[in-house]
């Protein structure tokens, strides 16, 4: 239990179970700017988990699964439910969508050929970070109608959409090197993020 109850894993499990509460403000009580915060909260404790894993030493298998997993479900919620509810652009959606489901697709088939994870890097953090505040604005914008709101979303989704695509190369070219049996290769500017 000592591996499963540290304050990383903890912090991780809240943020997966923040989800369900985004989604009743966004969709049960139509309330997007609240929903938006919501994920701000969300969004701003991703670092958090990653660091304490390191700084307590309490990297673990279990954190390194529950860290992306709870990014993974936070932006399929808000993207697919930003969508729903109409607060965030179509163009937008589908291009986080698809970029997800071909990171999603490409980590499966390295579990299940290789039984390998690919490990997070520092540059799909950054992207996740501006993907969140992104999404968060849109929908804050969309519960305001004021103008700052949408220009500072603007402003994250493009270089954080860019970012975000840029790894997916990496990732895929990872899992690649790891189905074919050699390591991923990192560059030292790049290095994975462990504990995340």
């Given at each position: 239990?000592?591996?499963?109850?540290?304050?990383?894993?903890?912090?991780?499990?809240?943020?997966?179970?923040?989800?369900?509460?985004?989604?009743?403000?966004?969709?049960?009580?139509?309330?997007?700017?609240?929903?938006?915060?919501?994920?701000?909260?969300?969004?701003?404790?991703?670092?958090?988990?990653?660091?304490?894993?390191?700084?307590?030493?309490?990297?673990?298998?279990?954190?390194?699964?529950?860290?992306?997993?709870?990014?993974?479900?936070?932006?399929?919620?808000?993207?697919?439910?930003?969508?729903?509810?109409?607060?965030?652009?179509?163009p937008?959606?589908l291009?986080?969508?698809?970029?997800?489901?071909?990171?999603?697709?490409?980590?499966?088939?390295?579990?299940?050929?290789?039984?390998?994870?690919?490990?997070?890097?520092?540059?799909?953090?950054?992207?996740?970070?501006?993907?969140?505040?992104?999404?968060?604005?849109?929908?804050?914008?969309?519960?305001?109608?004021?103008?700052?709101?949408?220009?500072v979303?603007?402003?994250?989704?493009?270089?954080?959409?860019?970012?975000?695509?840029?790894?997916?190369?990496?990732?895929?070219?990872?899992?690649?090197?790891?189905?074919?049996?050699?390591?991923?290769?990192?560059?030292?500017?790049?290095?994975?993020?462990?504990?995340?």
């Amino acid at each position: 239990m000592n591996g499963i109850l540290t304050i990383p894993n903890i912090i991780s499990f809240v943020r997966i179970l923040l989800v369900p509460v985004f989604l009743w403000l966004l969709l049960g009580r139509d309330d997007p700017a609240g929903a938006g915060w919501m994920l701000g909260v969300i969004g701003s404790t991703d670092w958090i988990d990653g660091y304490l894993a390191r700084r307590l030493g309490q990297v673990s298998e279990l954190s390194r699964f529950l860290d992306p997993l709870a990014d993974r479900l936070a932006i399929g919620a808000a993207v697919i439910g930003g969508w729903i509810a109409g607060a965030l652009p179509w163009p937008i959606a589908l291009a986080i969508i698809i970029r997800e489901s071909l990171v999603g697709i490409g980590a499966l088939i390295v579990a299940t050929r290789a039984r390998a994870k690919i490990d997070v890097r520092y540059m799909g953090k950054v992207a996740t970070m501006a993907i969140y505040m992104a999404v968060g604005m849109f929908l804050i914008y969309a519960g305001t109608d004021h103008w700052f709101f949408g220009t500072v979303a603007w402003t994250f989704v493009i270089p954080g959409l860019i970012m975000y695509y840029w790894v997916a190369g990496q990732y895929v070219m990872d899992s690649i090197r790891i189905i074919r049996g050699g390591p991923p290769g990192v560059s030292s500017s790049d290095q994975p993020m462990e504990g995340q």
